[in-house]
């Protein structure tokens, strides 16, 4: 996982023990290395299916 996200594996380790918090971009990372969404990583939907993703870097 630390390949695909870049995220440490002690970070990680410090995240489930409750000692650190994901930060937005850390969680963006995850749901892309998943194929799933942000939403169902938090628990907020049962529909572990991605959202379409965007293409443009700059599209707001």
Do not use: H, V, W
Request: net charge neutral; glycine share 4%; aromatic share 10%.
């Amino acid at each position: 996982m630390q390949l695909l996200t870049g995220i440490d594996q002690s970070d990680y380790s410090k995240i489930e023990n409750g000692r650190r918090y994901y930060t937005f971009e850390q969680c963006k990372r995850i749901a892309a290395a998943l194929d799933t969404s942000m939403d169902y990583l938090a628990g907020l939907t049962d529909d572990p299916r991605p959202y379409p993703r965007n293409t443009q870097k700059n599209s707001l």
